[in-house]
C-alpha cells in the first residue's frame, strides 16, 4: 500500500519561505504525477503544483515565479520550495500520486502552512 507522509511545514512570516517535503513509501513516483494540492477553511481543495512522470511542471497563477515543485526519484520524495510567501498561502498543504498505470490517486495526511502579516 502506498503511504504518503508531508513535513515541512510551520510558521512564517511574510516574504519568508519554507521547503515541503513528501516522502513516498515506495519507488513509484517515475511512475506517477505528483502535485502539490492546498486547502483552507471554507475554501475548495486546489491545485498548486504539479510534476508529471516526465518530469514537466505546472503551477497555479498565483504561484508562478514563487513555488517550485522538483523531485529526487532515488530518495523517493517530492519537494515544494515555496518562496516570497504571503498570508493568503496560510492552507493545509497535501501531497498527492497518480499514478499513470493504475490510476489510483494517493493522499497525504497534509501539513499546516502558516504565513503571518
Known amino acids: 500500500q502506498v503511504q504518503l507522509v508531508e513535513s515541512g511545514g510551520g510558521l512564517v512570516q511574510a516574504g519568508g519561505s519554507l521547503r515541503l517535503s513528501c516522502a513516498v513509501s515506495?519507488?513509484?513516483?517515475?511512475?506517477?504525477?505528483m502535485g502539490w494540492y492546498r486547502q483552507a477553511p471554507g475554501k475548495e481543495r486546489e491545485l498548486v503544483a504539479v510534476?508529471?512522470?516526465?518530469?514537466?511542471?505546472n503551477y497555479r497563477d498565483s504561484v508562478k515565479g514563487r513555488f517550485t515543485i522538483s523531485r529526487d526519484i532515488a530518495k523517493n520524495t517530492v519537494y515544494l520550495q515555496m518562496n516570497s510567501l504571503k498570508p493568503e498561502d496560510t492552507s493545509v498543504y497535501y501531497c498527492?500520486?497518480?499514478?499513470?498505470?493504475?490510476?489510483?490517486?494517493?493522499w497525504g495526511p497534509g501539513t499546516q502552512v502558516t504565513v503571518s502579516s
Open positions: 515506495g519507488s513509484i513516483i517515475s511512475l506517477a504525477d
Open positions: 498527492n500520486a497518480a499514478r499513470i498505470d493504475t490510476h489510483v490517486n494517493y
Open positions: 510534476i508529471t512522470s516526465a518530469g514537466h511542471t
